[in-house]
């Protein structure tokens, strides 16, 4: 009966046969075995088997040989050690042949041999195969600007032409080749150039989704000239509510925008924006394209709301994208923020939507490009105290970029001019401005700022509080910037323009006074320097500070100063800058063209006084 067990004499004579059958039931499997219970099992005389399978030993993984298949005896009297050492009859190890050490590595470079000799054959079996690896190895020299000499580099180009030529479409779609072809744009004439891009006419939207030919469109575009333009461009019309969402096409498309396209044709690709309809449907009307969204609506009213909607959809799923970096979408979002209305819900849900991007990087994208500063200026300039808060928090760490940046600087005059905390902004602008949040400025803080004061899109955050509106500083877009700011910050600010820049002065003026008094020499000896001395001298604060910085004027002038070298300092002041700066602080203030008078700064600043004497007591 199964699950019990009987006693079997255990025989000494091996049963080769039955132990054979049971090595072919049975699959052994390699299973460690303490020698104590080894012996627990060997000392005992009896064997109990069981009629069941679980229970005899079947399937256990091991099939225990007889003392004499073992060829050893337990009565030969061996110790634990040995056995346990001794492995079990049927676990054999596998033999290894050692007579030839080498056979293995040899079948290795065999095998690789053998790979590689696949592998050419797969390419050679490829289309153009051979004109792809004659130009791979010309484009292998070529490729090397500094050690081909312009003779032969000419000789390879035209070499490399009569391979490609009529292939060019074949060539352009692998990453190899194609880099093939952008080196002999690079290095051809420009009929060569020509002959390239009318064999691609018809395929440029093609090329511009794929993820290596992208790429050679932009280069026929920089080495091109307009013929080859006016055969790209008109291309892309009709597709660009599709190729600004492509993840390889709205890279090139947005390159095209912004630094290869006309007026005319920037007009085109932007009106696809606004809906379905002007992508299908032409301009028809006369006079040159237009993409002003404010002349759209007026002529076709009842068009705004599905406008809108079509454009605040396409806005909304770029940000959202978090491809926020493309100039034809600031274009964008300027045309929808200068059609909304002032208050409405549409204005709220727009300064939000440049809110809610939490790493801020659509602000910051807005920032350096010129519709998307505009559109950063008129957010700060519409929202209230706590938009324009968040705002500001977002170009933490940016500002001091922004200052050199031609478009970036037109963020900091408007927030200058807008916001109504003025302790807000001189602790979250000035420091990054300066280098530093205290008077005194050590060795690198003042190269950077006399840097800073030298550059032409630098200088204007530092100087635009102490000189206004001045057409010497302010570049026309900047005028026409601040001008727009300020007619809405009527309506949305509370404090006094008056107030406010006086209040910021006090903390901008000790640091600029500061550095005049240390570096005078240094800013004297350019134009930009001594316009930056004759305007923070006529509007800084009084006080202390710009006593330091006349008087260290004035050792200049007298060649009292010791730091000083007096061949240098006599050069520099005879200039037509420093003698205009000379003239101003002598007069006391700023000449008025208009009233054809001087307008005196209050506090006078005696500078003629306090000239006259030191000249006098050196004398």
């Given at each position: 009966?199964?699950?019990?067990?009987?006693?079997?004499?255990?025989?000494?004579?091996?049963?080769?046969?039955?132990?054979?059958?049971?090595?072919?039931?049975?699959?052994?499997?390699?299973?460690?075995?303490?020698?104590?219970?080894?012996?627990?099992?060997?000392?005992?005389?009896?064997?109990?088997?069981?009629?069941?399978?679980?229970?005899?030993?079947?399937?256990?993984?091991?099939?225990?040989?007889?003392?004499?298949?073992?060829?050893?005896?337990?009565?030969?009297?061996?110790?634990?050690?040995?056995?346990?050492?001794?492995?079990?009859?049927?676990?054999?190890?596998?033999?290894?042949?050692?007579?030839?050490?080498?056979?293995?590595?040899?079948?290795?470079?065999?095998?690789?041999?053998?790979?590689?000799?696949?592998?050419?054959?797969?390419?050679?079996?490829?289309?153009?195969?051979?004109?792809?690896?004659?130009?791979?190895?010309?484009?292998?020299?070529?490729?090397?600007?500094?050690?081909?000499?312009?003779?032969?580099?000419?000789?390879?180009?035209?070499?490399?032409?009569?391979?490609?030529?009529?292939?060019?479409?074949?060539?352009?779609?692998?990453?190899?080749?194609?880099?093939?072809?952008?080196?002999?744009?690079?290095?051809?004439?420009?009929?060569?150039?020509?002959?390239?891009?009318?064999?691609?006419?018809?395929?440029?939207?093609?090329?511009?989704?794929?993820?290596?030919?992208?790429?050679?469109?932009?280069?026929?575009?920089?080495?091109?000239?307009?013929?080859?333009?006016?055969?790209?461009?008109?291309?892309?019309?009709?597709?660009?509510?599709?190729?600004?969402?492509?993840?390889?096409a709205s890279w090139i498309l947005d390159d095209i925008y912004r630094g290869a396209a006309t007026t005319e044709q920037k007009a085109i690709?932007?009106?696809?924006?606004?809906?379905?309809?002007?992508?299908?449907?032409?301009?028809?009307?006369?006079?040159?394209?237009?993409?002003?969204?404010?002349?759209?609506?007026?002529?076709?009213?009842?068009?705004?709301?599905?406008?809108?909607?079509?454009?605040?959809?396409?806005?909304?799923?770029?940000?959202?994208?978090?491809?926020?970096?493309?100039t034809m979408l600031h274009d964008a979002m300027l045309q929808y923020l200068l059609n909304i209305t002032p208050g409405s819900t549409e204005?709220?849900?727009?300064?939000?939507?440049?809110?809610?991007?939490?790493?801020?990087?659509?602000?910051?994208?807005?920032?350096?490009?010129?519709?998307?500063?505009?559109?950063?200026?008129?957010?700060?300039?519409?929202?209230?105290?706590?938009?324009?808060?968040?705002?500001?928090?977002?170009?933490?760490?940016?500002?001091?970029?922004?200052?050199?940046?031609?478009?970036?600087?037109?963020?900091?005059?408007?927030?200058?001019?807008?916001?109504?905390?003025?302790?807000?902004?001189?602790?979250?602008?000035?420091?990054?401005?300066?280098?530093?949040?205290?008077?005194?400025?050590?060795?690198?803080?003042?190269?950077?700022?006399?840097?800073?004061?030298?550059?032409?899109?630098?200088?204007?955050?530092?100087?635009?509080?102490?000189?206004?509106?001045?057409?010497?500083?302010?570049?026309?877009?900047?005028?026409?910037?601040?001008?727009?700011?300020?007619?809405?910050?009527?309506?949305?600010?509370?404090?006094?323009?008056?107030?406010?820049?006086?209040?910021?002065?006090?903390?901008?003026?000790?640091?600029?006074?500061?550095?005049?008094?240390?570096?005078a020499a240094a800013l004297v000896r350019s134009s930009f320097g001594c316009y930056f001395v004759t305007e923070v001298l006529l509007s800084?604060?009084?006080?202390?500070?710009?006593?330091?910085?006349?008087?260290?004027?004035?050792?200049?002038?007298?060649?009292?100063?010791?730091?000083?070298?007096?061949?240098?300092?006599?050069?520099?002041?005879?200039?037509?800058?420093?003698?205009?700066?000379?003239?101003?602080?002598?007069?006391?203030?700023?000449?008025?063209?208009?009233?054809?008078?001087?307008?005196?700064?209050?506090?006078?600043?005696?500078?003629?006084?306090?000239?006259?004497?030191?000249?006098?007591?050196?004398?």
């Open positions: 009966m199964a699950g019990l067990k009987r006693k079997v004499q255990v025989s000494s004579v091996p049963h080769n046969r039955s132990i054979k059958k049971q090595k072919q039931e049975t699959k052994p499997v390699k299973t460690k075995v303490s020698a104590t219970n080894i012996e627990a099992e060997t000392d005992s005389d009896p064997i109990l088997e069981s009629d069941t399978p679980e229970l005899s030993g079947e399937n256990d993984g091991v099939s225990w040989p007889s003392d004499d298949d073992a060829g050893l005896d337990s009565a030969h009297g061996r110790t634990n050690e040995e056995f346990e050492d001794q492995e079990p009859a049927n676990l054999t190890r596998p033999k290894i042949s050692i007579s030839d050490p080498n056979s293995t590595s040899t079948s290795s470079k065999e095998s690789h041999a053998k790979q590689k000799a696949l592998a050419q054959e797969r390419k050679a079996s490829k289309p153009n195969a051979d004109s792809i690896a004659r130009s791979k190895k010309l484009w292998e020299r070529l490729r090397r600007k500094s050690h081909v000499p312009l003779a032969e580099r000419k000789k390879l180009v035209a070499e490399l032409f009569d391979i490609v030529t009529g292939h060019v479409k074949d060539l352009v779609l692998k990453h190899d080749s194609v880099r093939v072809i952008q080196t002999a744009i690079k290095y051809a004439n420009l009929d060569q150039r020509r002959m390239i891009a009318r064999e691609l006419k018809g395929e440029y939207r093609g090329l511009a989704e794929s993820r290596y030919a992208k790429f050679l469109v932009g280069k026929l575009l920089v080495h091109g000239d307009k013929e080859t333009r006016d055969l790209i461009v008109p291309e892309f019309y009709g597709h660009v509510r599709r190729m600004i969402k492509h993840p390889e690709l932007l009106r696809e924006w606004y809906g379905a309809e002007f992508s299908i449907f032409k301009h028809a009307g006369e006079g040159p394209v237009s993409a002003d969204l404010k002349a759209i609506l007026a002529e076709r009213p009842e068009k705004r709301k599905p406008v809108m909607h079509a454009l605040h959809e396409m806005i909304n799923l770029l940000v959202q994208k978090k491809t926020t970096g493309f204005m709220t849900d727009f300064i939000e939507l440049l809110k809610g991007d939490e790493e801020g990087d659509l602000l910051k994208n807005l920032a350096f490009t010129k519709p998307g500063a505009r559109v950063v200026c008129l957010a700060l300039a519409y929202g209230n105290a706590k938009d324009r808060k968040q705002i500001l928090r977002v170009y933490k760490n940016t500002f001091s970029t922004m200052a050199y940046d031609p478009n970036g600087h037109q963020v900091i005059l408007a927030a200058y001019d807008v916001i109504d905390d003025t302790v807000l902004t001189p602790k979250t602008i000035f420091p990054e401005l300066l280098g530093t949040s205290s008077i005194d400025l050590n060795d690198d803080q003042r190269q950077a700022l006399l840097h800073a004061v030298t550059n032409l899109n630098a200088r204007i955050p530092l100087l635009y509080l102490f000189a206004g509106k001045a057409k010497a500083i302010l570049p026309a877009e900047d005028l026409e910037m601040l001008t727009a700011i300020h007619a809405i910050r009527t309506s949305t600010s509370k404090k006094d323009p008056t107030a406010r820049r006086r209040e910021l002065l006090a903390t901008l003026s000790p640091p600029l006074l500061r550095c005049i008094a240390v570096d800084a604060t009084a006080g202390e500070g710009r006593d330091e910085a006349l008087k260290a004027i004035i050792a200049l002038v007298a060649g009292t100063d010791a730091t000083a070298h007096p061949e240098d300092m006599k050069e520099a002041l005879d200039g037509p800058s420093a003698g205009k700066m000379l003239k101003t602080l002598v007069q006391g203030g700023r000449y008025n063209p208009r009233a054809q008078k001087v307008e005196q700064t209050m506090p006078a600043l005696d500078f003629h006084n306090r000239l006259l004497a030191v000249l006098e007591a050196r004398d």
